[in-house]
């Protein structure tokens, strides 16, 4: 079946970074794109990034363009989000998910969601 | 980006009750709606793609439509597992964006 699971959060200063990952099973993992959705505490779900397919396309929410680095090694069945230059806004368990559609640009419909892991940004 | 707007807010039902959440989208968008679930502490899951295609797996409780702009979760009789919040997401244009949920409970 079907399975993501995330790593890498914790706690990080303001300014700091941090890696999380996102490790796939259960499907042909160099098929589909990859997103990261995150969701503040006791907020609702806010798009963040996605990675194509064939890693050749990635795009961002405005709030973190410039900030995050979305990529992926195949190799490894993994998608790594770089959050840079954390600020408290970014506090948030982040999701990864897959994208429905395979071998072609991301739709942008995620039909399978990992548990999430917690950043908080705190000094 | 397009906005998109959820009604109620929150609603407290009994099982066995037909419940319906709808979303209204601020533009014109086909039918590239996205329905998902999502309970407390947990990740959210898929219910419908595409206003109104069911997920493998999702109970048939569960349905979507679309009318225009505004589109519609049904759940047909309210289970005990159903208790969750329900969101939106148009994936119609870049960025998608989600609804803000529907929060179901007793």
């Known amino acids: 079946q079907v399975q993501l699971v995330e790593s890498g959060g914790g706690v990080v200063q303001p300014g700091r970074s941090l890696r999380l990952s996102c490790t796939a099973s259960?499907?042909?993992?160099?098929?589909?794109?990859i997103h990261w959705v995150r969701q503040a505490p006791g907020k609702g779900l806010e798009w963040v990034a996605v990675?194509?397919?064939?890693?050749?396309?990635?795009n961002y929410a405005d709030p973190v363009k410039g900030r995050f680095t979305i990529s992926r090694d195949d190799s490894d069945n993994t998608v790594y989000l770089q959050l840079g230059g954390v600020t408290a806004a970014d506090t948030a368990v982040y999701y990864c998910?897959?994208?429905?559609?395979?071998?072609?640009?991301?739709?942008?419909?995620?039909?399978?969601w990992g548990q999430g892991t917690p950043v908080t940004v705190s000094s | 980006d397009i906005q998109m707007t959820q009604s109620p807010s929150s609603l407290s039902a009994s099982v066995g009750d037909r419940v319906t959440i709808t979303c209204r989208a601020s533009q014109e968008m086909n039918n590239w709606v996205a329905w998902y679930q999502q309970k407390p502490g947990k990740a959210p899951k898929s219910l419908i793609s595409a206003a109104s295609n069911l997920e493998s797996g999702v109970s048939s409780r569960f349905s979507g439509s679309v009318s225009g702009t505004d589109f519609t979760l049904t759940i047909s009789s309210l289970q005990p597992e159903d208790f969750a919040t329900y969101y939106c997401q148009q994936y119609y244009s870049y960025p998608p964006t989600y609804g803000p949920g529907t929060r179901v409970d007793l």
């Open positions: 990675i194509s397919y064939d890693g050749s396309k990635t």
């Open positions: 259960g499907f042909t993992f160099s098929s589909h794109g």
């Open positions: 998910a897959r994208d429905w559609q395979r071998r072609f640009s991301p739709i942008y419909y995620l039909d399978h």
